[in-house]
C-alpha cells in the first residue's frame, strides 16, 4: 500500500494541525480511494514462505495479524500521533483499556504511584484496587495543590497519574509543574486528556510523557463508539507498551477506529464550537445557581492557569445546587438537554454524578473527591445557544432556581 499522503513522515510531520486532522495517516491503496479504507480483516496472506518469515523476524515491515497491526487501525494511529505531536500512539478498545495498559505495561510489584484524587470513577478504581492487588502502592493528593506532588514522592515512585480538567469537579493540575517534579525525579507522567483532546491542549508540550484517551469522547464526538489512545516516544511505545498490549489485547477494533478517524477531521472545529457554547452557557448560568465548577469563568480558582495551558475552555462543566432532589429536579425538567453520563458528544448532555458514574464509591469517597450531593456535569453540544440557554432556564426554575 502507499501512502499518497507523502511516504515519508518528515513531510507529513511538518503539516500544521488542521492539516493533520484530515490528513495525518491517511494511507491508500491501489484504488485511490478518497477516504480512509476500513480493513476489516483479522489476518493477512503473503506471496511467499519467505516474505512472513522476515515480518515476524522484523526484518520487514508488513501486516501479520490484527493483533499486532490493521491498516485502518494504523491510519488513527498516526494521525493521533501527529495530532498530539508524538513519536508513536497505539490505539486501545476503549478509553479504560487505555489507561490501564499505560499503567500495567509500566509497572510492577514494589513500584508507587502518586495519583489524583478528582477522577473518572474507574481511573479511581484502577488506583485503588487494581494496582494495589498487583503490589503496586498507589497514593492518591489533591492535585490541585502543587506542593502535594512533591511531598507524596517516595524512592520507588514510578508514575504519576492525572487528568486535567479532571472529572467531574473539572479541578485543573498545573501541567508544567507537574512533569517538571517528575522529570527531576525519574518518574513518568501519564495524562488523562480526554476532557480537552489535541485540539484544546497538548500535554507533552508542557513536559508531559504519555497522553492517554478515552477516544469515545470528543474523538469520536457523535457518541457511536468506544475507543481509546496511548500516544508517547518512540521508545516507551516500543520498549513497554507493544510487549503488553500484544500479548494481552486490548486493541481497537477496525470499525471503531474508522468511525474516530472520520470524528477526528471534524475534532478541532466542534471542540472550539462546543467551547463557545459552554462558555455562554455558563455565563447565563453564573449567579443563579449557587457554585460554578467552570474553567472558563474567571470564579474558578484556577481558570488564568486553566486558559494559559488549554485553547479554549472545553465542552464541559459543572456546577452544584442544593442537593439530590433538586439536582434531580433539575434533571428531569429538561426538554432539549438529554440525561445522559455521556460527554464530548454533539449533543447536550447532563447527568448526576453521585447517583450515577461516582455512585459505587460511596458517599465518604464522593466527599473526599469534591463531588458533593447536588453536582450536575453538562457537555455543552452544538445545537443553538439560544435554545440551550431556553431549556436551562426553564430546569433551574423548576429546580426552584
Ligand atoms: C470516559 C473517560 C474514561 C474512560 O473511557 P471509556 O472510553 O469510557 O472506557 C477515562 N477517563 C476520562 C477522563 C473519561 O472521561
Known amino acids: 500500500m502507499k501512502k499518497t499522503s507523502g511516504i515519508d513522515r518528515s513531510i507529513t510531520k511538518k503539516w500544521r494541525p488542521a492539516t493533520q486532522a484530515v490528513r495525518g495517516g491517511t494511507w491508500r491503496s491501489e484504488h485511490g480511494e478518497t477516504s480512509e479504507a476500513l480493513f476489516l480483516t483479522s489476518g493477512y496472506t503473503y506471496d511467499n514462505a519467505q516474505t512472513v518469515a522476515d515480518r515476524f523476524s522484523g526484518d520487514a515491515d508488513g501486516m501479520t495479524y490484527s493483533r499486532l497491526q490493521n491498516p485502518t487501525v494504523a ?176 486493541n481497537c477494533a477496525p470499525f471503531n477506529a474508522w468511525v474516530v478517524l472520520k470524528g477526528l477531521e471534524t475534532l478541532s472545529l466542534r471542540a472550539h464550537k462546543q467551547s463557545e457554547n459552554a462558555m455562554a452557557l455558563g455565563k447565563f448560568m453564573e449567579g443563579r445557581v449557587p457554585h460554578m465548577l467552570h474553567p472558563g469563568l474567571p470564579s474558578h480558582p484556577r481558570h488564568e492557569l486553566a486558559m494559559r495551558q488549554m485553547d479554549a475552555c472545553g465542552p464541559i462543566f459543572s456546577f452544584v445546587v442544593e442537593g439530590r432532589a433538586q439536582a434531580h429536579a433539575i434533571l428531569d425538567a429538561l426538554e432539549l438537554i438529554d440525561i445522559s453520563n455521556n460527554i464530548g458528544d454533539a449533543r447536550s448532555l447532563m447527568c448526576h454524578p453521585a447517583s450515577t458514574t461516582h455512585a459505587n464509591m460511596g458517599a465518604e469517597a464522593r466527599e473526599e473527591m469534591g463531588i458533593p450531593e447536588g453536582l450536575l456535569r453538562i457537555n455543552v453540544g452544538l445545537e443553538d445557544i439560544d435554545d440551550l440557554k431556553e431549556d436551562m432556564d426553564r430546569a433551574l426554575s423548576a429546580g426552584g432556581l
Open 75 to 250: 491510519m488513527l494511529e498516526e494521525r493521533i500521533a501527529l495530532m498530539e505531536g508524538a513519536d508513536a500512539c497505539r490505539a486501545q478498545a476503549s478509553g479504560m483499556a487505555a489507561m490501564t495498559t499505560a499503567l500495567l505495561c509500566q509497572l510492577q510489584a514494589g513500584d508507587h504511584v502518586v495519583a489524583a484524587r478528582a477522577a473518572f470513577g474507574s481511573c479511581r478504581w484502577l488506583v485503588d484496587n487494581l494496582l494495589p492487588k498487583f503490589g503496586i502502592e498507589t497514593t492518591v493528593i489533591d492535585s490541585a495543590v502543587d506542593e502535594e506532588w512533591e511531598r507524596a514522592l517516595r524512592p520507588n515512585t514510578k508514575v504519576f497519574f492525572f487528568e486535567t480538567p479532571a472529572n467531574p469537579t473539572l479541578d485543573i493540575v498545573d501541567l508544567k509543574h507537574v512533569c517538571d517534579v517528575a522529570r527531576a525525579n525519574g518518574v513518568t507522567t501519564v495524562v488523562d486528556n480526554a476532557f480537552a483532546t489535541a485540539a484544546l491542549q497538548r500535554p507533552l508540550e508542557w513536559g508531559a510523557d504519555v497522553v492517554a484517551y478515552s477516544a469515545t469522547k470528543l474523538m469520536d464526538g457523535q457518541g457511536r463508539v468506544l475507543a481509546g489512545a496511548v500516544c508517547g516516544s518512540q521508545e516507551f511505545i516500543d520498549e513497554k507498551l507493544l510487549p503488553f498490549q500484544r500479548n494481552t489485547g486490548p
